[in-house]
């Protein structure tokens, strides 16, 4: 696709609820990166995927958090039993370039989820 | 001490004004560097990157890299209120990008 797409826009969640967020990134882009921004706060990252193999989720917050792209493409993010201090803009972002190739040359982020936890 | 450090602001611009905008970074491995504007409820694009010592520029952008101090800073020439935005610094820590808290800029008529 054009840009990077995430669904749903928006999700409100009650405490304890199970919530998949899904991240389509730009076709042919290699690596794929998770990051959570909370409110007046930087993007904080989560995790990334080269193709299907996730490399790092040394940002994963707890157990709860789990992530995947099986087939290289899109992605979701899953947060189990979900609390109130999860509700945040979850974005995705991807890059043409693996990692590790020595530079990275920026990430375009699609327009995040909206999390909200009641 | 956080990996990517920046002033919350807001930094307060009159329209036509320079609006000079820092970061500070501490993984002195660093080799690359972005800054992204984010406009409120919106998600952060990307500005610029820059890789080596010294200053590059984009139209009325100008970034500023010294990684002898562990700096990086953000330029905008003639400021208008378009650029009102909060703008977050970026460092490439072990492959992935590391984004500071980000500096609320507001450019006044």
């Known amino acids: 696709g054009a840009g990077v797409s995430q669904s749903p826009r928006y999700k409100v969640a009650k405490r304890g609820q199970d919530v998949a967020l899904r991240c389509d990134p730009i076709s042919g882009h290699v690596s794929l990166f998770w990051y959570q921004q909370a409110l007046g706060q930087g993007p904080e990252f989560l995790t990334y995927f080269q193709n299907e193999a996730q490399l790092d989720k040394s940002g994963l917050p707890s157990d709860r958090f789990f992530a995947e792209r099986p087939e290289g493409s899109v992605s979701t993010l899953k947060i189990q039993r979900t609390q109130q201090e999860d509700s945040a803009v979850y974005l995705c972002?991807?890059?043409?370039?693996?990692?590790?190739?020595?530079?990275?040359?920026?990430?375009?982020f699609g327009s995040g989820t909206r999390l909200t936890v009641v | 001490q956080k990996e990517v450090e920046q002033n919350s602001g807001p930094l307060s611009v009159p329209e036509g004004a320079i609006a000079s905008l820092n970061c500070t970074y501490s993984d002195r491995g660093s080799q690359s560097f972005f800054w992204y504007r984010q406009y409120s409820g919106k998600s952060p694009e990307l500005i610029m990157f820059i890789y080596s010592n010294g200053d590059k520029e984009d139209g009325r952008f100008t970034a500023q890299l010294n990684k002898a101090s562990q700096y990086v800073s953000l330029l905008i020439r003639d400021s208008q209120p378009s650029d009102s935005a909060t703008y977050l610094c970026?460092?490439?820590?072990?492959?992935?990008?590391?984004f500071g808290t980000g500096t609320r800029l507001q450019v006044f008529p």
């Open positions: 970026a460092v490439n820590i072990n492959n992935k990008l590391i």
């Open positions: 972002a991807s890059s043409f370039q693996g990692v590790g190739t020595g530079g990275v040359y920026g990430y375009t």
